[in-house]
């Protein structure tokens, strides 16, 4: 999961960003020093023009789901981790960084990421009540986006960054898991009040998350994902490579998490 520390002076900060929504707050939260300072150099591999980026300064710095943002005057650097992505902070740790930005003291690198120049507003480009970390997140635009699905598989349901921005696999499982909902339950099949179990958990075990992360204590707290016996039935449980449209492997119990169809 890497090493997180708090950026203070000159230390170093390494993340290896699994792309869920907690993991994004954490770089956030570290990175937020370099708020309102002026960015001196630029370069790195990636494809996109970074004319005009060097000499500007920070003026946020954002998250949505998996998505970090880093907000200038003019523009927004969108940075996005998919599977492997890493970042460090003040020293460069890995070679050929993806994109590099120089400050007159410190230093932000992201390795093996997708980098995106967004010209448009971000209110307008993203829907804050979506993001399941956001103040703004809102419950019931989430039941009735779902409500629009009922054929589509939980497990798939959790993990659409339109109604559950942030929500990656490990967050899928153990809410599932938590919930005692079997991973290939259609929506619309759900009992309203376990459909409403499943969205309020899924925000709860966001922020679960985001503690054990921040404590090194994450996988610790792990229930199913990961894992090869029920805690609750003490059986095993089942393990499938891929589940669902999205394919992502799934870790849930044939005894105690109920099939809805």
Known sequence: MGIL???TGTGICIGMCMPEG??????????AAFKGRKIVSVSGNT??????????????????????????????????????GSYSINEKTKPNPRLHLAFEKGALYFYACSVKILLDDLDELYDWSADVMNDRWDPKKARKKLKAMPDVLVA??????????????????????????????????????????????????????????????LRKNWLAHGKSVC????????????????????????????RYD
């Not at 109604?163 to 619309?188: Q, T």
């Not at 039935?233 to 109920?258: D, S």
């Open 22 to 31: 907690p993991s994004i707050v954490i770089l956030r939260e570290q990175a």
């Open 156 to 217: 798939d349901a959790l993990l659409d960054q339109d109604v559950f921005a942030g929500v990656g696999n490990i967050i899928k499982n153990e809410v599932l898991f938590r919930i005692r909902v079997h991973p290939l339950s259609k929506v619309g099949a759900l009992p309203p009040r376990k459909l409403g179990e499943m969205i309020r958990e899924a925000r709860n075990y966001s922020f679960d998350f985001l503690e054990w992360k921040k404590a090194y204590e």
């Open 47 to 84: 494809k996109v023009d970074l004319a005009g980026i060097a000499g500007k300064k920070i003026v946020a710095l954002r998250s949505w789901g998996k998505h970090f943002l880093i907000q200038l005057p003019d523009r927004t650097i969108r940075i996005h981790f998919m599977l492997f």
């Open 231 to 258: 805690p609750r039935c003490v059986i095993p449980l089942c393990r499938v490579q891929h589940l669902g449209k999205r394919q992502r492997r799934a870790f849930f119990c044939e005894n105690c998490q109920k």
């Open 5 to 7: 520390q708090p950026l």
